[in-house]
């Protein structure tokens, strides 16, 4: 895959072992400007890596439930590189100095702001950023857009995580009625679903239940990204309103135990 000539736009980048730092990485890699952004200042951190590797890579702060900061941020990318070409809505899960318990309550013990909590910054960021990169693509009549939901709602769920399954499932909805909007506009839209990925923010049981998975181990963020970056290609330009699930068979396995009787 190459993408010189290309400027993606990848949101919740601010982990140096996450997925949207390793999408970003993937992509520049293969030709594209970078465009990245997080909740905090580490984003620079995450700009300066890049450019140290050779990418042309813009880096801006900003909190994507705000209307107002993600088109800030769009205006911004298009002063630097007059075009955005590939977006990747990765924004979600946990935002730096917020607190996570929100994706792990009972949903009888949620109160009405942990549940909104919860659903703008993992439904409502993929909103405001689409929102705003989508009159440019629509004029440009190209466009890709990449979804990072989860099985977690989608697929599967988990006790405790109403929030979150609620959420990455209308990230799902979100990209199929999005895409038939704009098929015939030069615009994809996809989803990826990873399931248990090793990353920074990866706890000791989510670690156990990725050893096992069929493939016996969690997954690592380059291999979403590899899935990211197929379906921001142009060899995926006639797959649209779908979803890739990434997470080495996990959904498809009924046992869900030790291998030992089974692998």
């Known amino acids: 895959m190459t993408f ?37 200042e580490r984003i620079h951190e995450r700009a300066r890596e890049l450019a140290a590797e050779g990418a042309d890579v813009f880096a801006f702060a900003a909190d994507l439930r705000e209307h107002e900061h993600t088109q800030q941020l769009v205006k ?23 607190p996570t318990e929100t994706t792990s309550r009972l949903l009888a013990e949620l109160s009405e702001e942990e549940w909104e909590y919860g659903m703008a910054i993992n439904l409502k960021t993929a909103f405001n950023i689409t929102k705003a990169v989508l009159p440019f693509m629509l004029a440009a009549k190209y466009g890709r857009i ?38 015939r506009k030069g615009i994809t ?7 248990w990925i090793e990353t920074a923010s990866s706890t000791e049981h989510e670690i156990i239940a990725g050893k096992n998975t069929p493939v016996g181990r969690p997954g690592h963020p380059d291999e979403v990204a590899a899935a990211i970056a197929f379906l921001a290609g142009e060899s995926a330009s006639y797959i649209t309103g779908q979803l890739i699930i990434v997470d080495g068979g996990n959904s498809v396995q009924e046992y869900k135990g030790p291998p030992t009787s089974y692998y």
């Open 146 to 183: 990449v979804n990072v939901s989860s099985v977690t709602g989608p697929v599967v769920s988990n006790p405790r995580e109403t929030v979150y399954s609620a959420a990455k499932a209308g990230m799902v909805g979100l990209t199929r009625s999005l895409a038939l909007e704009v098929a």
């Open 76 to 98: 911004e990318v298009f002063a630097r590189y007059g075009r955005l070409d590939i977006l990747v809505n990765n924004a979600g899960m946990t935002q730096v100095g917020s």
């Open 189 to 195: 839209v996809n989803a990826v679903a990873p399931g």
């Open 4 to 40: 010189s000539g290309r400027v993606s736009l990848i949101t919740g980048a601010g982990s140096s072992h996450g997925i949207g730092f390793a999408t970003a990485r993937v992509l520049a890699q293969a030709g594209s400007k970078i465009a990245i952004t997080s909740t905090t």
